[in-house]
């Protein structure tokens, strides 16, 4: 039942984008309005996947963490497929071209890289193998937030915030490794 419910809570932003977008019809500019959508639920889902063993003390999500996590990685593919299909228009030249005019698209495709490589190693088997690679997500958290600040080109309180918030998550990550090493 836990596990059904988060199935919806994560899939509502894609239902009501999808409801906004094909029912309503009253977006004036939907590959921007999927770039919003897609691309602040990617990173929340994302920055919440890694706070999950910061409070696993009161809520004990850990065995949903892949689910969430991939979520995440859901979000961002169809961030990345509104870049490709419906702003590029599967055009190779236009997307090297805008890559190379526009530096934040280059470290969003580096984090999308990462997420790739994460999603697909995320089976229980191959996640053994290489689950310490699996710490890019720090990198590609810190990539995305660049992305996003320059992506906006101005900051307003919603990048600070997502500033500060990886300070304190990384902050907090750092505090646990020292309290971990401290008790062995």
């Not at 500033?163 to 008790?183: E, S």
Request: charged content about 15%.
């Amino acid at each position: 039942m836990k596990r059904f419910l988060l199935f919806l809570l994560l899939l509502t932003p894609f239902i009501f984008a999808s409801y906004e977008l094909f029912l309503i019809q009253n977006v004036k500019d939907p590959i921007k309005y999927i770039y919003t959508i897609s691309g602040v639920t990617a990173t929340v889902i994302l920055f919440f996947t890694i706070c999950i063993s910061l409070i696993k003390k009161h809520y004990n999500l850990v065995k949903y963490r892949r689910m969430i996590g991939l979520y995440g990685f859901f979000y961002a593919l169809v961030h990345f497929l509104n870049f490709l299909v419906l702003d590029a228009e599967l055009d190779i030249n236009f997307l090297i071209k805008e890559t190379i005019d526009k530096p934040f698209i280059y470290l969003g495709m580096i984090a999308f890289l990462i997420l790739v490589f994460m999603a697909i190693t995320s089976t229980n088997r191959l996640f053994r193998i290489y689950q310490s690679y699996h710490k890019l997500i720090y990198l590609s958290l810190i990539l995305i937030t660049i992305h996003f600040i320059m992506a906006q080109k101005s900051l307003t309180i919603i990048q600070f915030s997502y500033i500060g918030i990886i300070i304190l998550i990384g902050y907090w990550k750092l505090l646990q490794q020292i309290i971990k090493r401290n008790k062995v």
